[in-house]
């Protein structure tokens, strides 16, 4: 008889209003990035990608559940499973137990599997709740658990599409690339770096596997976007121009979001960087003396500018609650950023992941909160970069949490919601090109310009309920400028203009009634 396997993650519900740390939830880019920007962050469900991609290469039927509820759990294993893998993270760990419990009262003769980021955790916490525990890639392990014979990469990339929100309505759809795992760089507080004992391992190989996939999303929409999930994309450069020579090849100007460093992005020209479809990073600024290898390369300031004013979005992190930081400090440094005007801008607390050598470090000189020291369950649920674990040489934990909410909240006063910052690097980036000598950067122009239309309608949203007068009068002026350019509204984009104040109205509402049944 085939055996048979159940992919899951965590039962619902998550959240902080479920008693998890204040980013745990279903939506990533607004629990991690966007958080204090209200009814204007933009939203998306970022569900367990993995568990879909590992399904898609077993020759064993296998069901992949997302944040099912209890009941939906129980229901599927009533079904009968040899094996069930949970993949979780350690901010979640208590609710790995829950569903543990759930497994071996409703289906015992099941198999567990424990797999993701948050087995980090050592054997002895671990191992009460699994029979197989997952620490690699995951493919391999799974056929190999199941018997099944090796394969070599690529694997077969399942085309997955995530649907981007503004004002609760679909505005993108985008198309995830699964490039690699793992980062050499090895910063010290790095979980997904040293979880790969610093190796990049390659799940598409050359840039013609990923052009291959990128096709094969296009097949499904000619105007797809994508993100690529590889923790630094261009560090291997011959894979990257590979790439680069397929896009050119195919003659379509691309949208990609990739991660990347400093050090990588160095060795590529913006124009390089455009003829592989690339108009947005993820680009980890840290701190001004971080010492980090990846900040090695073209000066931050010189980089940001270069590619704002080329219409390359960028959304930079920052940490706080470096050795070197103090309150005065982190604010020069903030200042510094804002500067810099990111699309996007993340602020997290440096914090400890087992197996990492911050943590060796912290462990050993004793510099662990004492409260948590005792506690692998409030060590777990704590570690979502939004609390200060770690004794610091100047700053409480208190301290460095409350500079946290500050530099969120003053990027957002200061630079407005990163819906209206992107639509102005678009228009930057649209002026700059129109009269390229490249064809291929005239017609990302072209695509520029698309999207900011396509943005029109969420202008008198933001006129209206900017987070201040200064933010407000910004937005009218580029809307202005915009108009002047690419041409007015249409009377239908006026209508949806309307639709969209309605629909900006309706969250806003829901978001205030949210916070006030919180406070209850």
């Not at 929100?165 to 995830?176: E, H």
């Not at 976007?225 to 680069?244: G, H, I, P, W």
């Not at 991660?259 to 947005?280: L, P, R």
């Not at 300031?301 to 940490?319: A, D, K, P, V």
Request: proline residues 6%; hydrophobic residues 35%.
């Amino acid at each position: 008889m085939s055996k048979k396997i159940l992919l899951t993650g965590v039962c619902r519900p998550i959240g902080p209003e479920c008693g998890d740390a204040s980013s745990v939830g279903y939506e990533l880019l607004h629990g991690q990035v966007t958080r204090v920007q209200g009814m204007f962050s933009p939203r998306a469900n970022h569900l367990h990608y993995s568990l879909e991609y590992i399904a898609e290469n077993l020759e064993t039927p296998a069901v992949v559940l997302h944040y099912p509820s209890r009941r939906e759990l129980i229901r599927e294993l009533k079904k009968g499973y040899d094996y069930v893998a949970i993949t979780f993270v350690l901010a979640v760990f208590r609710h790995v137990k829950e569903a543990v419990a759930l497994i071996r009262e409703h289906s015992p003769q099941s198999k567990i599997i424990l797999g993701g980021y948050g087995t980090v955790l050592p054997d002895e916490v671990l191992k009460p709740y699994a029979d197989y525990i997952c620490r690699e890639e995951g493919v391999g392990f799974m056929r190999r658990l199941l018997g099944e014979p090796e394969i070599p990469m690529p694997y077969k990339h399942p085309l997955i599409v995530s649907r981007l929100k503004v004002f609760s309505k679909k505005v993108s759809k985008t198309g995830l690339i699964f490039g690699g795992l793992g980062c050499p760089n090895g910063c010290d507080f790095c979980c997904t770096s040293h979880f790969f004992k610093r190796k990049h391992i390659r799940l598409l190989p050359t840039g013609k596997d990923i052009y291959t996939v990128v096709e094969r999303y296009l097949d499904l929409d000619p105007n797809m976007v994508f993100t690529m999930l590889d923790e630094d994309f261009l560090l291997n450069k011959k894979r990257a121009l590979e790439f680069r020579d397929c896009v050119l090849k195919g003659g379509r100007p691309l949208s990609m979001f990739v991660f990347s460093s400093v050090k990588a992005i160095s060795q590529f020209t913006v124009e390089e960087i455009f003829e592989m479809g690339i108009d947005g990073f993820w680009i980890g600024y840290e701190g001004e003396r971080s010492g980090f290898a990846k900040r090695e390369g073209r000066p931050v300031e010189e980089l940001f500018r270069e590619f704002r004013e080329h219409g390359i979005t960028i959304l930079s992190s920052m940490i706080l609650g470096l050795p070197y930081q103090t309150p005065e400090v982190i604010q020069r440094e903030m200042d510094g950023l804002t500067r810099l005007k990111p699309a996007l801008s993340q602020f997290m607390i440096y914090s400890t992941s087992p197996g990492t050598p911050f943590y060796d470090r912290v462990i050993s000189e004793g510099l662990l909160r004492e409260d948590l020291a005792g506690d692998i369950e409030e060590y777990c649920r704590t570690s979502d970069g939004f609390t200060a674990t770690v004794r610091h040489p100047s700053m409480t934990p208190e301290q460095i949490e409350s500079l946290q909410r500050r530099c969120f909240e003053e990027d957002y006063r200061r630079l407005g919601p990163s819906i209206y910052r992107t639509l102005e690097t678009w228009f930057l980036g649209y002026k700059k090109l129109i009269r390229s000598e490249n064809p291929l950067l005239r017609l990302k122009a072209g695509r520029f310009a698309h999207d900011i239309r396509k943005g029109y309608p969420i202008f008198l949203a933001g006129r209206l309920f900017g987070p201040n007068r200064h933010v407000r009068r910004w937005i009218a002026g580029l809307e202005r400028e915009i108009y002047q350019t690419l041409g007015r509204p249409t009377l239908k984009e006026r209508l949806l203009s309307v639709t969209a104040l309605a629909f900006a109205v309706w969250k806003g509402l829901k978001l205030k009634l949210k916070r006030s049944g919180g406070e209850r």
